[in-house]
């Protein structure tokens, strides 16, 4: 079993993962330069949520089950995503999903402590990305950029904020199940981390490039880090920097396919699954982006509904 670092460093991958691959520039179209604003206010909301589940204790196992799937379809589609577009331009995305989701079910035959040993190898990369970009994109800061505020209508502004709280917290809800003994404030520190972190990208993005050329853009994260040098003259790390957020996809994927694994129970079950899932990346959503548009665009309100019924919904009398 997972240890309370290692809950916390796996809750900081969680609240991230769902943002990878396109979720800042959903979120920047739909609130522009509340962004912030929206990015704030949903993490006190996700909080109060997260509170709300740790006092309720487990999940549903039907919900846990639905959460890995649309986690892991996600997952494994940014993984394509970023990659083709990216880093293996000439690269079939197929074999970049083959590659990816091997990987992942072998870690799935792998106990959560294994998996947790992982993520507290892989975090010194993260804390190393977070520490060095801030230094680096200090002075292309343009606050103009930011201006004006509540530039959008009520419902867009309210939207922002539930789309950020859905995205950052549903995959958190995996981790409920092996709380154990321990505190909220345990619980609940990888998840504000992982928030700030994001509030953190979201504010250099709308900084730098404004919500206008963000909005449109696959991957306004990415552009970030084409602008980040190191010691004044190295620059163009950007292939290297986005290991960071491959780390985050490989760790969060680990533990969300040995969670779907476990809550399956059935070995055929979970192969036909994983089948499907890469079925359904390739020949459907990489296939066309207003595919990949189209899912992104509407898979908030899933989010957000999953969330609802995780709450509401008692646990199974039986898992």
């Not at 309370?4 to 800042?24: D, N």
């Not at 520190?189 to 900084?207: E, K, N, R």
């Not at 084409?226 to 996809?249: A, C, D, Q, T």
Request: net charge positive; hydrophobic share 55%.
């Amino acid at each position: 079993m997972i240890n309370k670092r290692q809950y916390i460093i796996l809750s900081f991958f969680l609240t991230r993962v769902l943002f990878v691959g396109g979720g800042f520039s959903i979120l920047i179209n739909i609130s522009n330069n509340n962004t912030l604003i929206c990015c704030f206010l949903g993490m006190l909301l996700g909080y109060f949520l997260l509170y709300l589940f740790y006092k309720k204790g487990s999940l549903n196992k039907y919900l846990i089950i639905i959460i890995c799937l649309i986690t892991l379809l996600l997952n494994t589609l940014a993984d394509t995503t970023l990659t083709s577009t990216y880093l293996l331009y000439n690269t079939p995305t197929l074999f970049v999903l083959l590659f990816f989701v091997l990987v992942l079910l072998y870690g799935s035959k792998k106990e959560y402590s294994v998996i947790g040993r992982v993520s507290e190898i892989c975090i010194p990369t993260s804390i190393f990305v977070f520490l060095i970009a801030p230094i680096s994109l200090f002075s292309l800061i343009k606050l103009n950029n930011m201006l004006p505020l509540f530039n959008t209508s009520f419902w867009s502004f309210t939207k922002g904020i539930l789309i950020f709280t859905g995205t950052s917290l549903l995959p958190n809800l995996l981790l409920l199940n092996y709380k154990e003994n321990l505190k909220f404030k345990d619980i609940s520190l990888g998840y504000i981390l992982g928030c700030l972190t994001l509030i953190l990208v979201s504010f250099f993005i709308i900084s730098i490039y404004g919500s206008s050329f963000a909005s449109i853009v696959r991957f306004p994260e990415y552009l970030i880090l084409k602008k980040i040098e190191f010691l004044g003259y190295i620059s163009h790390i950007e292939n290297i920097l986005v290991m960071e957020w491959i780390i985050n996809l490989i760790i969060s994927g680990l533990f969300t396919i040995k969670v779907l694994k476990d809550n399956l129970h059935n070995l055929y079950l979970f192969a036909t699954t994983i089948l499907f899932l890469i079925l359904i990346n390739e020949f459907f959503l990489n296939k066309s982006y207003v595919n990949i548009l189209l899912v992104k665009n509407n898979i908030s309100y899933i989010f957000l509904l999953v969330i609802f019924l995780s709450l509401i919904i008692k646990k199974s009398k039986k898992a």
